[in-house]
Nanobody, 127 residues
Framework: QVQLVESGGGLVQAGGSLRLSCAAS?????????MGWFRQAPGQEREFVAA????????YYADSVKGRFTISRVYAKNTVYLQMNSLKPEDTAVYYC???????????????????WGQGTQVTVSS
């Protein structure tokens, strides 16, 4: 089992920044695993934000956040980060961290590819 705990959410004005953290515990990740961030706004479906391969650090982003958000990980701390800059009101959502035990870049943005999920952290961007 893997436990994921997100932190770092909050209220920020448009144009501001936040950094989310996701601490993983439990099983060690395999060479071919990945971590992702998703978000869900009220009344909307959960959508992909970004992903990173656990060992190699290769990243992939949704078009809506490319150039503004950066996903990273500290391998030794089993922690993944999402640095969010130039935030917009439309970025308001609950942000979820997820772990994918078998990385497949073809399905990395599909939430069904992920095996473990955190409880989510609220991000609110005011205009």
């Amino acid at each position: 089992q893997v436990q994921l705990v997100e932190s770092g959410g909050g209220l920020v004005q448009a144009g501001g920044s936040l950094r989310l953290s996701c601490a993983a515990s439990g099983r060690t990740f395999s060479y071919n695993s990945a971590m992702g961030w998703f978000r869900q706004a009220p009344g909307q479906e959960r959508e992909f934000v970004a992903a990173i391969s656990w060992r190699g650090g290769t990243t992939y982003y949704a078009d809506s956040v490319k150039g503004r958000f950066t996903i990273s990980r500290v391998y030794a701390k089993n922690t993944v980060y999402l640095q969010m800059n130039s935030l917009k009101p439309e970025d308001t959502a609950v942000y979820y961290c997820a772990a994918d035990q078998i990385l497949d870049w073809g399905t990395i943005s599909n939430m069904r590819s992920y095996d473990y999920w955190g409880q989510g952290t609220q991000v609110t961007v005011s205009s």
